[in-house]
Nanobody, 125 residues
Framework: QVQLVQSGGGLVQPGGSLRLSCVVS????????TGWFRQAPGKERKFVAA????????EHADSAKGRFTISRDNAKNTVYLQMNSLKPEDTAVYYC??????????????????WGQGTQVTVSS
């Protein structure tokens, strides 16, 4: 059974940083892609970043480029999202996700089969 447990959200001031963690159990993260998505109140879930199954490829949404970085630690079976220079518009519930296909689009939420519980990130002064 694949499970994703997230941690690391919270309240931060504009310009601050947070690191989200996603511990995956039930499979090895180096086997399939893992991604991060976010959903603001009243809006659809949107892609933030993803890392390929090999770890050699990453993809970031335009809104995240230069500020957010996805990475992983295979030994800990954990995927991270480092978020710097946070803005109020980054406020959302963030979700990590993985799937059972190695190839295909990394940015489409419907491609992912397993989801974390979500963690709130609030950027406010």
């Amino acid at each position: 059974q694949v499970q994703l447990v997230q941690s690391g959200g919270g309240l931060v001031q504009p310009g601050g940083s947070l690191r989200l963690s996603c511990v995956v159990s039930g499979r090895t993260i180096s086997t399939y892609p893992t991604g991060w998505f976010r959903q603001a109140p009243g809006k659809e879930r949107k892609f933030v970043a993803a890392i390929s199954w090999s770890g050699r490829g990453t993809e970031h949404a335009d809104s995240a480029k230069g500020r957010f970085t996805i990475s992983r630690d295979n030994a800990k079976n954990t995927v991270y999202l480092q978020m710097n220079s946070l803005k109020p518009e980054d406020t959302a519930v963030y979700y990590c996700a993985t799937r059972s296909r190695q190839y295909g689009s990394l940015s489409r939420s419907f491609e992912y089969d397993f989801w974390g519980q979500g963690t709130q990130v609030t950027v406010s002064s």
